[in-house]
């Protein structure tokens, strides 16, 4: 009796990497691509219509990020289990994407390597980490998405200028130069926007920076 293979919607806004995973997923003669899409929203509605086993999910996507289409999909009750692709290494990437009801992380120049096997591990109920990962451990306890919805509207439209550019990684300094104050207004105003949002550290307000979205698109200049 033939194998059931394995249902799978790809989203990444690189043409030419979907060609590769898709060929590479294919040859394993165990999973089906059943669409492949550039955007987040494209995505979303794929895996509505389509409700594939696996989603494989770019974190960073025009429209809609990675882990805003799995916070949509999680109102939905959707069975399919996502695989989130990303060229972040760092801890606060790996627990958000988790966070979002993610059961797989695999590093985009690894992928080739092992996009198979995460796609086998999630679809038999695991969990898959890259195995180029710095640290192959569980998720850490993660901030909570509840922050985010009703706590935001609290914040200045200044507020949120700062808290985007020191989730990029600007000094207090830069982020004055840019915005035409002193670094102690905006250490001051930052202070007060952490407060707001019982955010206690960068990495924080990294996490909360990608629930928002608020790091889709280009990184400003410095």
């Known amino acids: 009796m033939p194998r059931t293979l394995i249902h799978v919607v790809l989203a990444d806004d690189h043409p030419v990497f979907r060609h590769g995973v898709t060929s590479l997923i294919a040859d394993s003669g165990e999973i089906v691509v059943v669409a492949s899409v550039e955007t987040g929203a494209a995505a979303y509605r794929a895996i509505v219509q389509h409700e594939p086993d696996v989603a494989i999910l770019d974190i960073n996507m025009p429209e809609m990020n990675g882990v805003a289409v799995l916070r949509h999909l999680a109102r939905t009750g959707t069975r399919t289990q996502a695989i989130m692709l990303s060229v972040y ?13 993610a059961r797989g992380y695999v590093l985009k120049r690894s992928a080739f390597q092992n996009i198979a096997s995460a796609v086998r591990a999630v679809h038999a109920g695991g969990i898959y980490l890259d195995p180029a990962l710095p640290e192959r451990t569980a998720p850490h306890r993660r901030l909570s998405s509840s922050v985010d919805e009703a706590a935001c509207s609290t914040l200045s439209e200044r507020e949120r200028d700062i808290l985007r550019f020191v989730a990029f990684g600007f000094t207090s300094k830069e982020v004055a130069d840019r915005l035409g104050a002193t670094p102690k207004a905006i250490e001051t105003q930052k202070a007060r926007a952490c407060t707001k949002l019982g955010l206690a550290s960068r990495a924080q307000i990294v996490q909360f920076a990608i629930l928002q979205g608020w790091l889709h698109g280009e990184i400003p200049l410095r």
């Open 89 to 101: 290494e760092s801890r606060v990437y790996i627990d958000q994407a988790f966070e979002a009801g």
